[in-house]
C-alpha cells in the first residue's frame, strides 16, 4: 500500500513540473529560472549555498542559472564595496514583471490542480504531506547519524 501512495506522491511532483513547464514555455526562461528568480525576490541578498540548499540543486546549478538570469537582463549582481567575493543580486524591472508573472501562472496551476477539492479534503492532504515530509526528514537525518557511526 505504500508503495502505490509513494508512487503517487511521484506522480504528482512530476504533472505538477509538466504543467508548470508548460504554463512559463513561451516566456523564455525554465520553470526552475522562474522559482529562483521568485526566491530571489522574497531574498533579495541570500548567498548561492542558501539558494541552492532552498530549492535542492548544487550551488554550481545556481551559479549558471543566475549567470543565464544576469545575461537576460532579469537581474543585476554587484561585488560588495568592503568584500570583492561578496555578489548583490538586483532585480531589474524585468525581472520584477517576470516575478509577479511567476506568481499569477503558479496560481493559476495550483487551482487547476485543486480544482474540486473542498477546503477540509486540502487541509488533511496539507496535513498528510507535511507527514511525509516529517517522516523523510527524519529518515533522512538517521542515515546521515547511521553513516557518521560506521
Not at 529560472?33 to 525576490?41: K, N, S, T
Not at 549555498?49 to 549558471?64: F, L
Not at 560588495?80 to 493559476?108: C, L, M, P, W
Amino acid at each position: 500500500m505504500h508503495k502505490k501512495v509513494l508512487d503517487l506522491f511521484r506522480q504528482t511532483d512530476q504533472i505538477l513540473k509538466r504543467v508548470l513547464s508548460k504554463k512559463v514555455e513561451h516566456t523564455g526562461l525554465y520553470r526552475s529560472q522562474h522559482r529562483l528568480l521568485m526566491y530571489l525576490g522574497r531574498h533579495p541578498d541570500c548567498s548561492q549555498t542558501a539558494i541552492a540548499e532552498k530549492m535542492d540543486i548544487s550551488p554550481a546549478a545556481v551559479a549558471v542559472s543566475m549567470k543565464k538570469l544576469e545575461k537576460a537582463g532579469y537581474i543585476r549582481r554587484q561585488s560588495d564595496a568592503e568584500d570583492n567575493r561578496i555578489n548583490h543580486v538586483a532585480i531589474t524591472d524585468k525581472g520584477k514583471e517576470a516575478i509577479n508573472n511567476s506568481f499569477v501562472y503558479f496560481q493559476e496551476v495550483e487551482d487547476a490542480l485543486c480544482d474540486g477539492f473542498t477546503e477540509e479534503e486540502t487541509r488533511q492532504l496539507e496535513d498528510f504531506f507535511r507527514r511525509i515530509i516529517q517522516n523523510g526528514d527524519e529518515y533522512y537525518r538517521s542515515l546521515i547519524r547511521q553513516e557518521k557511526n560506521k
